[in-house]
Nanobody
Framework: QVQLVESGGGLVQSGGSLRLSCVASGRAFSSYAMGWFRQAPGKEREFVAGIHWNGVTTDYAVSVKGRFTISRDNAKNTVYLQMNSLNSEDTAVYYC???????????????????WGQGTQVTVTV
């Protein structure tokens, strides 16, 4: 059983920053690949950022490269998403996801993630 709890969402002005956190249960956290996805109203879920179990391999959506940074702290069973230079296009519900099984697919493949958090709302005002 893997449970994920996101936090850190909220209301922020355009150009501002937020840091999202996701705490995962389980002592095997260090073996999980972790990802952040988001879904805006009327749009499909999209990949934002991912980090492999080794904490080195990462991937980002083109739209957030250079602005967002994903990181993890295995001692705290936590993955973070630092979001800078936020704009209205970043408004969405952000979901944390864990890939606990072996996968030959890239981090951006959402169907490879078995566990998902409940989401945290990020709203960027103009």
């Amino acid at each position: 059983q893997v449970q994920l709890v996101e936090s850190g969402g909220g209301l922020v002005q355009s150009g501002g920053s937020l840091r999202l956190s996701c705490v995962a249960s389980g002592r095997a956290f260090s073996s999980y690949a972790m990802g952040w996805f988001r879904q805006a109203p009327g749009k499909e879920r999209e990949f934002v950022a991912g980090i492999h179990w080794n904490g080195v391999t990462t991937d980002y959506a083109v739209s957030v490269k250079g602005r967002f940074t994903i990181s993890r702290d295995n001692a705290k069973n936590t993955v973070y998403l630092q979001m800078n230079s936020l704009n209205s296009e970043d408004t969405a519900v952000y979901y944390c996801a864990a890939r606990t099984g072996s996968s030959a697919y890239a981090l951006w493949v959402s169907s490879e993630y078995q566990h998902w958090g409940q989401g945290t709302q990020v709203t960027v005002t103009v």
